[in-house]
Nanobody, 114 residues
Framework: QVQLVESGGGLVQPGGSLRLSCAASGRIFSINAMGWYRQAPGKQREMVASMTSGGTTNYADSVKGRFTISRGNAKNTVYLQMNSLKPEDTAVYYC????????WGQGTQVTVSS
């Protein structure tokens, strides 16, 4: 059974940086897309960044120029580098992987506060 394990969340001051990691465990034959979503209290889950198997990336307007999605050399890992963090970036961040099925991670809390 394939699972997604996220790490890297935490508390950071405004202007700081964090790097989220998502590793897929188990047997995956092919990945069509990987991405990061977030959900703030009282709000709907929204796409933050995504990457296709071909390397095409897409970002939410609110994070363009600040966040970068990348894929690890092992190809079953995905990262989200978050720079110049703002209080409005506070949310639970979820990793999402599309193979033959859709997989979600358990979420990792990111809090941006002074």
């Amino acid at each position: 059974q394939v699972q997604l394990v996220e790490s890297g969340g935490g508390l950071v001051q405004p202007g700081g940086s964090l790097r989220l990691s998502c590793a897929a465990s188990g047997r995956i034959f092919s990945i069509n897309a990987m991405g990061w979503y977030r959900q703030a209290p009282g709000k709907q889950r929204e796409m933050v960044a995504s990457m296709t198997s071909g390397g095409t990336t897409n970002y939410a307007d609110s994070v363009k120029g600040r966040f970068t999605i990348s894929r690890g050399n092992a190809k079953n890992t995905v990262y989200l580098q978050m720079n110049s963090l703002k209080p409005e970036d506070t949310a639970v961040y979820y990793c999402r992987v599309l193979t033959t099925i859709l997989l979600w991670g358990q979420g990792t809390q990111v809090t941006v506060s002074s």
